[in-house]
T-cell receptor, first 111, second 114 residues
Framework: GDSVTQMEGPVTLSEEAFLTINCTYT??????LFWYVQYPGEGLQLLLK?????DKGSNKGFEATYRKETTSFHLEKGSVQVSDSAVYFC??????????FGEGTQLTVNP | SQTIHQWPATLVQPVGSPLSLECTVE??????LYWYRQAAGRGLQLLFY??????ISSEVPQNLSASRPQDRQFILSSKKLLLSDSGFYLC?????????????FGPGTRLTVL
């Protein structure tokens, strides 16, 4: 079945450091891919998405490129801020209008 | 614009007591609706999803149930809570179009079963 594997956390960085959170997936066909962010005590918010191979999703300085050849959708940001501290979830579209989520990666950015 | 509401925001219940969590969506029609549970330090577990009134699919066997009495209302229930039911419960909706299935989440309900 469909699955998503995220790099294990927690990840701790200093402000202005470069961020990469790895995400790989297993799926039939070419599902849409998503990154969600969850701030403490809140629900999930869509951060960015890509609907086909080689698409690049971007938002708030974050980027991720849909790589079909490596079945990956790694999240990157060139310079993180303290306010980026949150849990990040990679997800893919599954049949029946459902999403399959990764386990989440906790990011802490220190000033 | 669309909004999603969940209540209550927090709940503390004794083991064996009943549960009713409510989720409502505004600003859209015939959404797909979802209930997730997020245990502490864990990922999201899909509990139920619904593509229409009275249509409920259960993803995991458990002592929880869901109902959709109205198009934009989704209710999560239990007759007798277990300690293991503690967690953060999230409701979500989507428009259900292929390739556009991003889901939009409510603020969540923090449930503690003692």
């Amino acid at each position: 079945g469909d699955s998503v594997t995220q790099m294990e956390g927690p990840v701790t960085l200093s402000e202005e450091a470069f961020l990469t959170i790895n995400c790989t997936y297993t799926a039939t066909g070419y599902p849409s891919l998503f990154w969600y962010v969850q701030y403490p005590g809140e629900g999930l918010q869509l951060l960015l998405k890509a609907t086909k191979a080689d698409d690049k999703g971007s938002n708030k300085g974050f980027e991720a490129t849909y790589r079909k050849e490596t079945t990956s959708f790694h999240l990157e940001k060139g310079s993180v801020q303290v306010s980026d501290s949150a849990v990040y979830f990679c997800a893919l579209e599954t049949s029946g209008s459902r999403l399959t989520f990764g386990e989440g990666t906790q990011l802490t950015v220190n000033p | 614009s669309q909004t999603i509401h969940q209540w209550p925001a927090t709940l503390v219940q004794p083991v064996g007591s009943p549960l009713s969590l409510e989720c409502t969506v505004e600003g859209t029609s015939n959404p797909n609706l979802y209930w997730y549970r997020q245990a502490a330090g864990r990922g999201l577990q899909l509990l139920f999803y619904s593509v229409g009134i009275g249509q409920i699919s259960s993803e995991v066997p458990q002592n929880l149930s869901a109902s959709r009495p109205q198009d934009r209302q989704f209710i999560l229930s239990s007759k007798k809570l277990l300690l293991s039911d503690s967690g953060f419960y999230l409701c979500a909706w989507s428009v259900g179009l292929a390739g556009h299935n991003e889901q939009f989440f409510g603020p969540g309900t923090r449930l503690t079963v003692l």
